[in-house]
C-alpha cells in the first residue's frame, strides 16, 4: 500500500528469498521459509527457562545456610533465647564485608549447612552454557563469537569461519538470484552478459597472511597477489610474469673446496 492505495503486483516482479521449509500443509505453509528459531524452538523456550530459573534463584534465594549445635543431645540444644543470641552475634562477628578474614572462637561445637538450589534449578541453569551453543548452531554461526572471554587465535579462526561459512554462501545465493531475475531481462534487452557479483576482498577475515603470501610469491605473479588481496593491478608488464631465483644451484653440481 503506497499513499493510501493498494498497488497489485504480478508474481514476476516480486523477489522471494526464503529458507527452504519441509512443512507441507494445505494452507501452503510450504510458500513461506521456515525460520531457525522454529526449527531450534525447543531450545529456545529451555533458555527462557533456564533464565527465568536464574531470576528467580537470585530473587528468592533467601538464607545462604543454618547454623545449628553439632551434637545430638537435646539437651544441650540452644533455647530459643540462645538462638536469638547467636544470630546477634553472627551478624555482628561473622557475617558482612567487615568480617572478611576474621578468625571467630566458638564457645561450644556449632556445624554449618549450606542451603543451596535444587538439582532440578542447577540443571537449568546449567543449560544456559549449552543453548547458546545450540542456537548459534542454527544459523552455522560459531559460538565462540559469543564467549565473554576468548583468545584471539580463536576468536579470529571463528571470524573467518562465519565468514566464509555463513556470510559468503549468503551472498552467492543472494547474487544468484539477483542474477536470474533481475539482470536477465536487462541482458536480453542490451545483448549484454551484466552479471552481479559480491567483492568478498573487502572482508579483512579472508585476507592472507604474510606468511601466506610470501609462501605464494614462488607460484604467483604480482599482480595475482595484489588481486587475491583486493588491490589494483599494476600497470606494467613485469607485474604479470613470473620471476625465478637463478641464484640457486642443485646439489650434485656443488663441490666443496678443500
Same mark, same amino acid.
Given at each position: 500500500m503506497?499513499?493510501?492505495y493498494t498497488r497489485e503486483l504480478e508474481a514476476v516482479d516480486v523477489l522471494q528469498m526464503k529458507m527452504a521449509n519441509p512443512m507441507f500443509t494445505e494452507s501452503g505453509d510450504q510458500l513461506r521459509g521456515q525460520s531457525p528459531l522454529l526449527a531450534g524452538l525447543k531450545?529456545?523456550?529451555l533458555d527462557d527457562t533456564a533464565l527465568l530459573s536464574w531470576v528467580k534463584s537470585v530473587e528468592n534465594e533467601g538464607a545462604k545456610g543454618i547454623i545449628s549445635p553439632n551434637h545430638s543431645d537435646p539437651n544441650l540444644w540452644l533455647t530459643p533465647d540462645q538462638v536469638v543470641g547467636v544470630e546477634e552475634r553472627v551478624q555482628e562477628? %561473622?557475617?558482612?564485608a567487615s568480617n572478611k578474614n576474621k578468625v571467630v572462637v566458638s564457645g561450644m561445637p556449632l556445624q554449618f549447612t549450606q542451603i543451596g538450589l535444587s538439582p532440578d534449578a542447577l540443571s537449568l541453569i546449567d543449560a544456559l552454557k549449552h543453548t547458546q551453543v545450540?542456537?548459534?548452531d542454527l544459523w552455522g554461526v560459531p559460538a565462540t563469537l559469543f564467549e565473554p572471554n576468548?583468545?584471539?587465535q580463536n576468536q579470529q579462526a571463528a571470524a573467518k569461519r562465519f565468514i566464509s561459512e555463513v556470510v559468503v554462501p549468503y551472498l552467492s545465493k543472494e547474487d544468484?538470484?539477483?542474477?536470474?531475475?533481475l539482470v536477465e531481462p536487462f541482458r536480453k534487452r542490451d545483448g549484454k552478459n551484466y552479471v %552481479?557479483?559480491?567483492?568478498t576482498s573487502v572482508f579483512e577475515e579472508l585476507k592472507m597472511t604474510l606468511d601466506e603470501i610470501t609462501a605464494l610469491s614462488a607460484y604467483l605473479t604480482k599482480n595475482e597477489v595484489r588481486i587475491m588481496q583486493g588491490w589494483d593491478e599494476i600497470d606494467n608488464e613485469y607485474a604479470n610474469e613470473l620471476f625465478i631465483d637463478n641464484n640457486k644451484i642443485p646439489m650434485s653440481d656443488y663441490a666443496v673446496q678443500i
Open positions: 503506497i499513499g493510501g531450545w529456545l523456550q562477628k %561473622i557475617h558482612g545450540n542456537l548459534c576468548p583468545t584471539y544468484d538470484v539477483l542474477n536470474r531475475w %552481479i557479483d559480491t567483492d
